[in-house]
């Protein structure tokens, strides 16, 4: 293990190979130690299970007076989608759209996650997963197109 990335909120240790082994698995296992560790370095884990045992992949430690998991996350698919051998992987790229929606908080928004899944690639680089201006965009749009059909 070795660190990846770090700033004044996020540090994250791992290596190229997990890196790699983490954008094959179509679901990301994540567990948390924010209650049992010391206030400055809680840890947050993607992980899989091989053999029957749980390998961490990438690791990260955050700010406890930030607690910012979605900036972890967010970090770690910026990581991914650098390496342009990941760019391919249509599973990496569902599994991070999956994150987005599942960060937004707005899942009860069925429009929404459609559009969302019909992003490409580009759309995903550029944006980060808790931009909610361009979340707002979407939806104000919608509300437009949906208000000029009944008026």
């Known amino acids: ?40 370095m809680p840890t947050y884990c993607p992980f899989d299970e091989l053999s029957n045992r749980s390998i961490v992949l990438p690791f990260g430690t955050l700010s406890k007076v930030l607690i910012n998991d979605i900036k972890l996350i967010n970090d770690i698919k910026q990581m991914i989608i650098n390496d342009t051998k990941l760019i391919n992987d249509i599973k990496l790229i569902n599994d991070i759209k999956q994150m987005i929606i599942n960060d937004t908080k707005l899942i009860n928004d069925i429009k929404l996650i459609n559009d969302i899944k019909q992003m490409s690639i580009n759309d995903i680089k550029q944006m980060s997963i808790n931009d909610t201006k361009l979340i707002n965009d979407i939806k104000l749009k919608r509300y437009q197109t949906n208000y000029h059909k009944r008026y």
Do not use: A, H
Not at 15 to 27: F, I
């Open 1 to 40: 293990m070795f660190l990846l990335y770090r700033n004044d909120e996020v540090s994250i240790f791992g290596t190229v190979e997990n890196l790699e082994m983490l954008s094959q698995k179509t679901d990301w296992f994540c567990d948390g130690t924010f209650d049992s560790v010391p206030l400055e």
